[in-house]
């Protein structure tokens, strides 16, 4: 196993889903989007994943600014306005009205792959 940097990640190389290219840690990333609930009754949480690869901190934190800017948030939607706010935690909060009215409310977030079951049956 590893050791732990400050930030908490393993600085590793040789972790599942990490691997070094050109003296540069790449990860397996994952982004999804959340959907929020919007009015009492609905119980939201359904979670879609939107892509997966391997790359850099700063590729993933591009990807993530990419989804929340160009996701389709509803199938139906006619888009008439799109709010994407970048949180505290860097994820996004994004929120878009139709030409019916009300919003969709998505949170999209990007997650590295710290451990795979698969790859320690395999070691």
Do not use: N
């Amino acid at each position: 196993m590893g050791s732990l940097r400050a930030d908490g990640v393993d600085s590793s190389s040789e972790r599942p889903g990490k691997h070094m290219e050109d003296g540069v840690h790449r990860h397996r990333w994952i982004i999804t989007a959340e959907r929020l609930a919007e009015h009492h009754g609905d119980d939201g949480g359904q979670v879609e994943t939107l892509s997966e690869f391997e790359g850099t901190r700063e590729e993933a934190e591009r990807a993530l600014e990419q989804a929340a800017r160009t996701m389709v948030v509803g199938t139906f939607l006619q888009e008439r306005r799109r709010l994407v706010y970048r949180q505290v935690d860097g994820s996004y909060l994004v929120r878009c009205t139709g030409r019916m009215g009300g919003w969709h409310t998505r949170v999209v977030r990007a997650a590295h792959l710290v451990w795979d079951s698969a790859a320690e049956e395999a070691g």
